[in-house]
């Protein structure tokens, strides 16, 4: 039987003549001959358990075969299945936790003190892994790098569970214990690492390391945290979604394992929106919505475009009212505004999720979310990147973040929200564009393999016997000038190191005329700061473009009085 012709089969229902043994014989046929698409069609067998009275045995096999042991009930196994299953079981929980195959190559790889760099699905269960290492209690200090503050209070109460074993920072204000969890975005890490001794350290979404046109800043902070960190011989587990490979010129000295898997808890189908002439897409996307009975994330670009979709939604009638969140709406009303649209969509079932909105009330709205009280989640990127859901279905409503076009990175970890293990075998993702073209996603770590496009700003951190050749004679104009000290470059090296010696030069030629500007004791007067922020827009920014609403130095000074 063809792949296709199983795979209707097992989507529609089924007709009493169906011959079931035969569906799961296909299935272990194609376990046999190629185990990766076999896996597929084993999930979709227990998508469908209740369908195969009385041969739930011989699809538990299956799930054996393929590794999904926390699929497996345990009183049901069989000797040889047991001590299989219980090789998998991590040791240091109290609750019942069991790995799926490719989860323990992992596992007792990290264990074995080797570093792992992971390429894996979204629904993979890469977290589980963390905490399975943290768990062991082997190391006194670990590091957890995020890419969101979002993401920092997502994973302190994931890991609050550890809190009788070690202390948990997520901020460089707070003091150390022995045992200590830091959980950090790359700004706060790069602030705390050079003062601790560090065992172990995860980098989360680590493709982020690889230079990017939207975000080049945030990827430079992240390289010196990385590099700073593998100077300490820490231990590092790397983890992200749908990578190649890594380049590795000059961590050649580092010994690291690349795992590379396409092992998936779920499944996920595809389906492309298609639009009728003059049809509007957002009464499409309320038809869709509408239309799906199970727990549904609405992907939008903007905080912006989530409340337009928002505002549709309620105004749509198409939404039944509920009561299950009426003490939330209540409060809202009451303590934010009468007409709130967040207030307004909970009362029918439609929740809100972006950067504009309070983050307790964005935190409260998931686990209304995953508790069942809201069906529907307007969401955008800050959603995406490593927060927990439980949704069924994804819709990708807009194909840009703010207003650049994602890349395929992003669009594969949107898509991997949909389904989740225990909750949903099979995720649907719907599509109002055609997706970015499929790239080969290779990251390079361009503080340590230094090409010709790496920046001085990012080079400048590196330890002079770290420098090749070519990096050497690009620094050395910054090394042989006695305008700014090196350390200074260094600490503010997410400024151009050509605008600041800029900056220090015209201070120093000036220093009799502005000497009483630059010359604070603790707070500014008004023409101390208003000096500094024309300094700072002509030397920093030095644009006419308009910047978080601000175009000029003079009103960069009048902003700052207003706050």
């Given amino acids: 039987m063809k792949r296709e012709e199983l795979r209707y089969i097992l989507r529609r229902e089924f007709s009493a003549d169906t011959d079931k043994f035969q569906i799961i014989k296909e299935v272990a046929i194609l376990i046999a001959t190629e185990q990766t698409v076999g896996q597929e069609f084993v999930l979709r067998l227990l998508a469908r358990i209740n369908d195969f009275q009385g041969m739930e045995s011989m699809i538990y096999s299956l799930v054996r075969q393929v590794g999904l042991f926390p699929y497996l009930e345990e009183e049901n196994l069989s000797l040889k299945d047991t001590i299989a299953y219980e090789i998998h079981r991590p040791s240091g929980f109290k609750e019942n936790i069991v790995f799926h195959h490719a989860q323990a190559e992992v596992y007792y790889t990290l264990l074995r003190g080797e570093n792992v760099i992971l390429s894996a699905p979204t629904s993979f269960g890469k977290s589980l892994i963390i905490d399975s290492i943290i768990a062991s209690q082997k190391h006194s200090n670990i590091i957890i790098i995020v890419p969101t503050i979002a993401l920092i209070d997502e994973t302190r109460k994931r890991l609050s569970k550890f809190k ?9 204000s707070q003091s150390l214990s022995h045992r200590n969890i830091f959980i950090l975005t790359q700004e706060r890490a790069i602030e705390i690492v050079p003062n601790i001794d560090v065992d172990f350290f995860v980098i989360d979404e680590f493709y982020k390391l690889s230079p990017q046109n939207t975000d080049e800043e945030r990827c430079h902070v992240l390289n010196q945290v990385f590099y700073m960190l593998v100077k300490k011989n820490a231990q590092f587990y790397l983890l992200g979604p749908n990578i190649e490979q890594v380049t590795t010129s000059l961590l050649d000295n580092i010994k690291f394992k690349f795992i590379k898997t396409d092992y998936k808890t779920v499944v996920s189908e595809r389906h492309r929106v298609n639009l009728k002439k003059g049809e509007d897409s957002i ?29 549709a939604f309620f105004n749509s009638n198409k939404f039944e009212k509920t009561d299950e969140n009426r003490d939330l709406v209540d409060w809202l009303r009451n303590n934010y505004h009468p007409q709130w649209i967040l207030s307004d969509c909970l009362e029918y079932g439609v929740g809100i999720h972006h950067g504009k909105i309070p983050r307790a ?5 998931i686990k209304l979310f995953n508790e069942g009280k809201i069906r529907y989640l307007i969401c955008t990127s800050t959603l995406i990147e490593g927060v927990n859901t439980k949704a069924k279905n994804v819709i990708v409503y807009d194909n840009k973040i703010a207003k650049n076009k994602f890349d395929y990175f992003t669009f594969n970890n949107i898509c991997g929200r949909s389904g989740r293990m225990f909750s949903h075998f099979i995720g649907h993702i719907y599509l109002f564009h055609e997706p970015p073209t499929a790239e080969l996603p290779l990251v390079d770590f361009p503080i340590f393999t230094q090409t010709d496009d790496a920046p001085e700003k990012l080079l400048i951190n590196v330890d002079i016997e770290d420098l090749n050749e070519s990096s050497k004679q690009k620094l050395k104009k910054y090394f042989e000038q006695n305008i700014l000290s090196q350390e200074t470059l260094k600490k503010n090296s997410y400024i151009d190191l050509d605008k600041q010696l800029k900056l220090a030069n015209f201070i120093q030629n000036k220093l009799k005329d502005i000497s009483r500007f630059m010359k604070w004791e603790q707070y500014p007067t008004n023409d101390q700061l208003k000096v500094s922020c024309m300094l700072i827009w ?25 706050f």
């Fill in 164 to 172: 009788d074993s070690y202390k948990i920072i997520t901020h460089p």
């Fill in 283 to 311: 009464e499409r996307l309320i038809e869709l919505s509408s239309s799906l009975d199970d727990p549904t994330l609405i992907f939008c670009q903007s905080p912006a475009s989530a409340n337009k979709v928002a505002k």
């Fill in 538 to 562: 002509d030397y920093f920014v030095s644009s006419n473009k308009r910047t978080y609403g601000v175009s000029s130095g003079k009103q960069l000074h009048f902003r700052l009085n207003q």
């Fill in 361 to 365: 009330i964005a935190q409260k709205c």
